[in-house]
């Protein structure tokens, strides 16, 4: 299914792949209200005054509204191509990111049927790791490597911990 089609039958804007064009950015005060429900002038009013109380500081921010770029702005002291250590903040996002595949899971909507969910095998949908170095990696979980409760002791010996059982065991 393409994504053309996706959106038509999900009723969802799903944005173009970056080799095409990409995300649509709205730039208009008409393209905000009728595609974002968004008061242009008043989301620039807001960004006046963060820049106000926190002008000093490296910032940006982008609004996405139902797959549109609706407002771009960045402090004077950053450009819009500028990276930022967002540093733990990943893990946030990261797992917001996660959340909404099981949610898609639990509802069906993923392409064929396919069920995943925090108890899943990781290395199933890592085929470039193939061959695995350790058989017992087989039985890592997405849920563990989320939580970061998987690592190497040492002389060939795997820990993983998990909520519904012993805080820690060795594989």
């Known amino acids: 299914m393409t994504d053309a089609i996706a959106s038509l039958t999900t009723g969802m804007n799903v944005p173009e792949p970056e080799h095409s064009s990409g995300w649509e950015v709205l730039t208009s005060d008409n393209d905000h ?10 989301l ?15 910032w940006a921010a982008v609004i996405v509204r139902d797959s549109r770029i609706v407002h ?3 402090s004077f002291m950053g450009l819009a191509t500028c990276r930022f250590d967002v540093w733990s903040c990943t893990k946030s996002l990261t797992g917001t990111a996660w959340g909404l ?36 990696k087989s039985r890592i979980t997405i849920g563990q490597l989320l939580v970061d409760d998987v690592w190497n002791q040492g002389r ?4 993983l911990r998990r909520a519904d059982g012993p805080r820690c065991r060795t594989v």
């Open 101 to 136: 595949l099981f949610d898609d899971s639990r509802k069906g909507l993923l392409k064929d049927g396919l069920q995943i969910s925090i108890d899943t095998p990781a290395y199933q949908y890592l085929p470039e790791a193939a061959p695995l170095s350790d058989p017992r």
């Open 156 to 159: 060939g010996s795997w820990a």
């Open 44 to 58: 620039e009013r807001v960004f006046e005054l963060q820049d106000f109380l926190f002008g000093g500081q490296n």
């Open 72 to 74: 771009e702005h960045a």
């Open 33 to 42: 209200l009728q595609k974002a429900g968004v008061d242009r002038s008043r």
